[in-house]
């Protein structure tokens, strides 16, 4: 029972409602924009065929006023909502709203948001649809012997961690057997000193970890597919800076049953629209369940470039009822993609926000070089809100290649005004160990460092 | 009960109107309200290069001009020449099938109820021009 989405209240604002807005445009379908008081001249605005304000420049009041949103979305006549990523995307009660008020809401159901966004349900929920998890358990540990017991089962190197505990207290990374009693019993005394509760658990600590990831599209009909999978390892603070699609430096083994358990989490939930699940993998290639992004994702560009699927016009391809627009052999890789996540930002200050004024801004270009930005000359980067500013992504027909166009593309990438992560990134693609292929989640904060 | 189940039973039901009061707390739904949308819509439209001054300010107490508070149907209780005082209640926006009162933040004569009834109303807009000077 499909249902033709005539006009799209896009939820969020920046680079993604600019996407979305240009999605909508190429299926015929109308777009409302929604914006905050200090958000009025921006290009999602602009570029939408009705605007409305809603609300002052907190976010609290505007972006995530749910009540305003619907309310605009009943006023402008929109029958459907698409949230973007990040604010309310993975909202439950706006999903229900939404429900109640008779407008599409572009995603998965309440339930699937809800049982992935417990991380105790969304666990178990793998382990019973043999979806490999981090080894250990939430269990309070009651005596040294069943810790012992639990951290063999697990394998060395384990994790105590004290239930109660946070800030790094209460926490003990223990490598070998013999150093077992000791540190388990110094993570529960602190935890008790600290938090008044020295009960602990559990868990394997997974090695130098490579962030991986796989996109996977759901529809009505019970149809999951994948499109393959990203490399997302190159963080700082845990925020991705950098990402890739294919992941180099995985074998075809683990890519067939890694995006296979991406199916099968998905399934799990009966999923239905876009949506990520993200793993650990450690340098053996044993992979554990993350947690799963119930939304589009920042990164899904990559995606995009490698496969030729539009992800967006797929979303709202799926909210509207239709089945998924590909089979999963109709899914094609091809070439390698990269995005740079250009934000306003002091590297030399631990990537600290540095909101201010753009004086000048020069866009690359070229074969091969999208730029997904809502930015200009002369706007303002407000401190309200994410430093995101850009996001640049270059493909090629290798990994290699894909390289020599990230770099040229940086190299034409000016801002002037504010800092930005643009010679971050010109610098990571320089180093040898990003050249191999092989880094870790800690390659930033380890292998980095950042030249004058 | 939750006010969204409360919307869900109310849409699936063969009442026309609702109204629940509770101690301080009201509640009026109606059917199909908030699918009023007139003429003098409540979009700004961003193809047109004059930027409408209305949505501009952040200070919503600014000028002698009662703002909408929110987004929503809007809805006059008073007419020109009426005075009004700060605090009175000078018209309803409704959001999501529940009125909401607009309440005047300065005190004047009204000059001119800018938004016809029924018009959808965005965050900020001008609703009600008031002569504050010969109060």
Redesign the interface.
């Known amino acids: 029972m499909s249902r033709k989405i005539n006009r799209i209240l896009i939820a969020n604002r920046g680079e993604i409602a600019v996407r979305i807005i240009r999605a909508c445009k190429e299926l015929d379908i109308e777009t409302?924009?929604v914006y905050s008081?200090?958000d009025?001249d921006s290009l999602h605005?602009?570029?939408?065929?009705?605007?409305?304000?809603?609300?002052?420049?907190l976010v609290t009041e505007?972006y995530l006023n749910m009540?305003?949103?619907?309310?605009?979305a009943?006023?402008?006549?929109a029958d459907a909502i698409h949230p973007g990523y990040g604010f309310l995307a993975e909202n439950v009660?706006f999903v229900?709203?939404l429900?109640?008020?008779?407008i599409e809401f572009i995603g998965p159901e309440g339930d699937a948001i809800r049982r992935m966004g417990d991380k105790a349900e969304a666990r178990k929920l793998m382990k019973e649809n043999n979806v490999p998890t981090v080894p250990g358990s939430k269990d309070i540990i009651q005596s040294i012997e069943e810790g012992l017991k639990v951290a063999k089962e697990c394998g060395f190197p384990v994790m105590v961690k004290a239930t109660a505990g946070g800030g790094g207290k209460g926490m003990r990374l223990v490598h070998k057997e013999e150093d077992f009693a000791e540190l388990f019993e110094l993570a529960s005394q602190e935890a008790l000193a600290g938090f008044g509760n020295g009960d602990c658990y559990i868990e394997k600590f997974v090695v130098d970890p490579r962030h991986i990831e796989v996109q996977i599209l759901g529809d009505s009909f019970g149809n999951v597919i994948h499109l393959g999978e990203r490399n997302c390892s190159i963080q700082r603070r845990h925020q991705k800076l950098l990402e890739e699609a294919p992941s180099p430096c995985i074998s075809e083994d683990l890519r067939t049953r890694i995006c296979q358990a991406g199916v099968d989490a998905a399934k799990a939930v009966n999923y239905k629209n876009a949506g990520t699940i993200e793993f650990l993998v450690d340098k053996d290639e044993n992979f554990y369940f993350m947690e799963m992004n119930t939304r589009l994702q920042v990164e899904h560009p990559v995606t995009e470039m490698i496969t030729g699927v539009d992800l967006v016009k797929e979303q709202i391809l799926i909210a509207e009822g239709h089945k998924l627009s590909y089979t999963q052999d109709e899914i094609k890789f091809k070439g390698h993609a990269i995005e740079f996540r250009v934000n306003a930002e002091n590297p030399k200050d631990n990537f600290s926000p540095c909101p201010g004024a753009i004086d000048h801004l020069r866009l690359p270009g070229g074969p091969g070089v999208r730029v997904d930005t809502m930015i200009s000359s002369n706007d303002e980067i407000l401190p309200f809100y994410d430093s995101m500013i850009a996001k640049l992504i270059v493909y090629d027909e290798d990994r290699d290649k894909a390289i020599i166009r990230g770099k040229r593309a940086l190299d034409e990438f000016v801002i002037d005004g504010v800092s930005s992560t643009v010679e971050v990134h010109k610098q990571i693609l320089s180093t040898e160990t990003f050249k191999s292929g092989y880094f870790s989640t800690s390659y930033m904060d380890t292998e980095f460092n950042l030249s004058e | 009960m939750e006010l969204e189940d409360l919307i869900q039973e109310f849409s699936q039901s063969r009442y026309n109107d609702l109204s629940i009061e509770k101690g301080d707390q009201s509640i009026y739904l109606r059917r199909g309200a908030t699918k009023i949308i007139q003429n003098n819509s409540c979009v700004d439209s961003p193809s047109d290069n004059k930027t409408n001054e209305q949505s501009d300010s952040v200070d919503l107490s600014q000028g002698d001009f009662l703002k909408s508070d929110r987004v929503g149907i809007f809805s006059s209780t008073i007419k020109s020449g009426d005075k009004v005082n700060k605090g009175d209640k000078v018209g309803l926006i409704t959001a999501i099938n529940v009125p909401h009162d607009l309440i005047a933040d300065q005190s004047g004569i009204v000059k001119s109820v800018i938004v016809e009834s029924g018009a959808g109303v965005a965050y900020g807009m001008e609703l009600i021009e008031l002569d504050v000077e010969n109060v």
């Open positions: 409302v924009a008081t200090v009025k605005v602009k570029l939408a065929d009705e605007a409305i304000c809603i609300g002052s420049h505007s009540q305003n949103i619907v309310a605009a009943e006023i402008s006549g009660d229900e709203i429900n109640a008020c008779n």
